[in-house]
């Protein structure tokens, strides 16, 4: 039985984590796609290389071309800038509209079955953007989002309280941005309510330091972005769908009509299987949860509407 081919759009610093990992896990054979010319071949052929060590048999290769992705049956987009220090994740969306365009386009012409799961930034206008380009099915393109905000957010629980990051569980709605609606109620340490463990105070400074938590790594590291943690987040929906898992993960998902929203991506629980997104689950949001949750929508209509008139 042939492998899934699964193609990686943009070589960079998340590009080559997603390469990396994905071969190594052998989740299938690996084309890392760059405009810079020979890099991804370069990335591919380091990686291939060590591959025996692992050990692992998954093909790595790289291209310069979109028709060197064809046929592929999963699809990462990692393409356009990253942050620099003192810019947010929307000072992107004039030079990533291009970029996405471009993207949406090669994707649709070359792998027209794909799964496409988009990680560019402003995440939920460029998934938003690749819908509208590609054509292709909701089901079948998904923004990551909510995976990497709600892993952000378990990780400094448990931290905070000396326990192992398996049992903290959490979920962070809304746009990828700094709107995002992590629900400290729907929060758990080994299903314990998180608000039995910490004060009201420290679990607010955990929500706004999860909130800037992007921000916090680009001002570290002064020349890019975050790339380690956003590619093992997205590598996590991939599983769900070449193993069809029917994992419940929080993903941008196209809502038409759940929680009221209408035609925009924002972050929302969805079952991720083979079928894609296979389902949205809509949760009970508090007035004040509701409140701050349409705040998040709403500058993500801002986003999408500025992208409108952009393109």
């Not at 923004?143 to 448990?158: I, K, P, Y």
């Not at 309280?161 to 746009?175: F, K, P, R, T």
């Not at 340490?189 to 680009?218: H, N, W, Y």
């Not at 193993?243 to 991720?272: F, H, M, Q, S, T």
Request: with cysteine.
């Amino acid at each position: 039985m042939a492998r899934t081919k699964i193609a990686l759009i943009g070589g960079g610093n998340i590009g080559g984590v997603l390469a990396e990992q994905a071969a190594y896990r052998e989740l299938g054979d690996v084309v890392i796609f760059d405009v810079v010319e020979d890099m991804p071949q370069g990335k591919a052929l380091d990686m291939a290389e060590g591959a025996p060590l692992i050990p692992s048999d998954a093909k790595i290769t790289g291209t310069n071309t979109y028709e060197g992705i064809a046929g592929a049956d999963l699809v990462i987009i990692t393409a356009g800038l990253a942050r620099k220090p003192g810019m947010s994740r929307d000072d992107l969306l004039a030079t990533n509209l291009k970029i996405m365009t471009q993207v949406a386009e090669g994707v649709r012409d070359n792998a027209p079955d794909a799964y496409v799961i988009v990680v560019s930034n402003p995440l939920d206008a460029m998934v938003y953007q690749f819908k509208k380009i590609s054509g292709f099915p909701k089901e079948r393109v998904v923004g990551q989002a909510g995976v990497l905000d709600s892993t952000r957010f378990r990780a400094f629980v448990a931290w905070e309280l000396g326990v192992s990051v398996q049992d903290v569980s959490a979920l962070v709605l809304g746009g990828h941005g700094d709107t995002m609606v992590p629900l400290i109620r729907y929060c758990t340490v080994g299903g314990v309510p998180v608000e039995q463990f910490l004060s009201r105070e420290k679990i607010d400074e955990i929500v706004e330091r999860t909130k800037g938590a992007g921000g916090e790594v680009v001002g570290l590291l002064k020349t890019g972005s975050a790339f380690v943690s956003p590619a093992i987040s997205a590598l996590e929906m991939a599983e769900a769908i070449i193993k069809d898992k029917k994992r419940v993960l929080a993903c941008a998902c196209l809502c038409e009509g759940e929680y009221g929203v209408d035609g925009l991506y924002v972050g929302v629980p969805c079952v991720l299987g083979a079928g894609g997104v296979e389902r949205i689950i809509e949760v009970e949001l508090d007035a004040d949860e509701r409140k701050l949750f349409d705040a998040s929508v709403a500058h993500v209509q801002k986003l999408v509407a500025e992208l409108e008139t952009g393109s």
